[in-house]
Nanobody
Framework: VQLQASGGGLVQPGGSLRLACAASGSIVRFHYMAWYRQAPGKQRELVAGITSSGTTIYADSVKGRFTISRDNAKNTVYLQMSGLKPEDTAVYYC?????WGRGTLVTVSS
């Protein structure tokens, strides 16, 4: 299984980004998929997850700002992030147990 995360970058506070996690060797619609993040000096934490039935869960810190979704035809999971804050700065990882993607850096700064 390979998970290719993309879409990170530098964005100003209040801005938006969309992360994508393209999976190969795994069919995302059959699995629980999640995004985690790890900020410098902090532990990796769950940001959002989506089950095979489409149920979504979010960390309290991102509720109302981030949306996780899935495109079955593209075998890709997305994380739409809006209202970004400096504290959202982290490396974001795609997760399909027990596999981790390599991560994509999101930096929120003016």
């Amino acid at each position: 299984v390979q998970l290719q995360a993309s879409g990170g970058g530098l964005v100003q506070p209040g801005g938006s980004l969309r992360l994508a996690c393209a999976a190969s060797g795994s069919i995302v619609r059959f699995h629980y998929m999640a995004w985690y993040r790890q900020a410098p000096g902090k532990q990796r934490e769950l940001v959002a997850g989506i089950t095979s039935s489409g149920t979504t869960i979010y960390a309290d810190s991102v509720k109302g700002r981030f949306t996780i979704s899935r495109d079955n035809a593209k075998n890709t999971v997305y994380l739409q992030m809006s209202g970004l804050k400096p504290e959202d700065t982290a490396v974001y990882y795609c997760f399909d147990s027990p596999h981790w993607g390599r991560g994509t850096l999101v930096t929120v700064s003016s």
